[in-house]
């Protein structure tokens, strides 16, 4: 049973002083595994990765209007928590893995001797 571990994430604080909020916190990951199990072992079958959000800020220009900056909208992603994915396989399997399935159980089935 995987079980996830609600807590609160460390946060480095970005600062920008042309962009509004001048101080955005960014979450980030602790583990490369992911911490699972009754005794919160860490499980390097999963990783931790990052979870982004997308956010508007206002960025500063380089024109003034009526004696006050002029500001454009931009969007920004941030990186507000992590969460655990499987790790992939060294071998990964094709993309067509469930054709090539069906294909194989069709050439098995006209190699069977028929029982009539």
């Known amino acids: 049973i995987l079980m996830n571990l609600y807590y609160l994430l460390p946060c480095r604080i970005s600062y920008d002083p042309t962009r509004y909020p001048k101080y955005i916190p960014e979450a980030y990951c602790l583990c490369k595994g992911c911490l699972m199990g009754i005794f919160g072992e860490e499980n390097f079958h ?3 990765t990052p979870v982004y959000m997308p956010t508007v800020i ?13 500001y454009t909208e931009d969007y920004v992603t941030i990186p507000v928590g992590c969460t655990c994915v499987p790790e992939q396989e060294k071998e990964v399997e094709s993309v067509n893995s469930s054709i090539d399935k069906q294909e194989m159980k069709l050439l098995v089935n006209q190699n069977k001797p028929s029982s009539e």
């Open 58 to 70: 206002l960025r500063r220009t380089s024109s003034c209007a009526g004696g006050r900056y002029v």
């Open 46 to 48: 999963f990783r931790s």
